[in-house]
């Protein structure tokens, strides 16, 4: 069963920066595309950034751009989610998802194309 795990989530204020780990149990994890995803209270669970097999392409929701970074290690089977200039609608629960085996080269953004969840991790950012 592969797991994934979820760090780094807190309470910043507006304008900071925080630095959402991802640790994935499966040592083969280098071979899927993965994303961060977050769901605010009342509202559906939302693409945010996503990265391909080998770190070669990444996307991010319009909302992030210029502000968020994906990246992953896989020697370490860790993903991470770099997130500067937060703003109070940042404000939501994190997760990591990894995809399918390989995959398109530009990581898809719907919900259904990922298959592993993590359990999420909470950011708040206060204004």
């Known amino acids: 069963q592969v797991q994934l795990a979820e760090s780094g989530g807190g309470l910043v204020q507006a304008g900071g920066s925080l630095r959402l780990s991802c640790a994935c149990s499966?040592?083969?994890?280098?071979?899927?595309?993965m994303g961060w995803f977050r769901q605010a209270p009342g509202k559906g669970r939302e693409f945010v950034a996503g990265?391909?097999?080998?770190?070669?392409?990444?996307d991010y929701a319009d909302s992030v751009k210029g502000r968020f970074t994906i990246s992953r290690d896989n020697a370490k089977s860790t993903v991470s989610l770099q997130m500067n200039s937060l703003k109070s609608e940042d404000t939501a629960v994190y997760y990591c998802?990894?995809?399918?085996?390989?995959?398109?080269?530009?990581?898809?953004?719907?919900?259904?194309?990922?298959?592993?969840w993590g359990q999420g991790t909470q950011v708040t950012v206060s204004s």
């Open positions: 998802a990894r995809g399918h085996r390989g995959g398109p080269w530009v990581p898809p953004k719907n919900v259904e194309e990922y298959d592993y």
């Open positions: 990265i391909n097999w080998n770190g070669g392409s990444t």
């Open positions: 499966d040592r083969t994890v280098s071979m899927y595309y």
